[in-house]
């Protein structure tokens, strides 16, 4: 495909449109992770992580499965999203934890 293609590709797809709104959604969720995490309290590693596990359990993975339910996405669509959301979740609280707490005590490992 040459570049002239490829530019008039994605000028009928309204591809550059979605890309610009893909990168926005997950912004906002890098924000959402991060406010979930502050409000937890969480600081350390192990704490950043099971905070951003319950918030996968509890919120990302019901969300997700209305797209199931009600538009007939495949059940391999799912588990590849959740998959996705899983992983992404984890790496953002993971790097968000290597910043947090920095120079703080946490109370259990003072038992």
Do not use: N
């Not at 979740?89 to 259990?108: L, S």
């Amino acid at each position: 495909m040459s570049a002239a293609q490829a530019d008039a590709a994605m000028a009928e797809t309204g591809m550059l449109k979605w890309l610009v709104f893909a990168l926005l959604i997950t912004f906002a969720q890098a924000i959402g992770v991060l406010m979930v995490i502050h409000k937890a309290g969480a600081k350390r590693l192990p704490a950043c992580l099971s905070t951003t596990f319950w918030l996968l359990v509890t919120m990302v993975a019901p969300l997700l499965a209305y797209a199931c339910i009600y538009s007939g996405y495949s059940l391999t669509g799912y588990l590849v999203d959740l998959g996705h959301h899983v992983v992404g979740f984890m790496a953002m609280a993971a790097v968000y934890a290597a910043f947090r707490g920095k120079g703080k005590i946490d109370e259990t490992e003072l038992l």
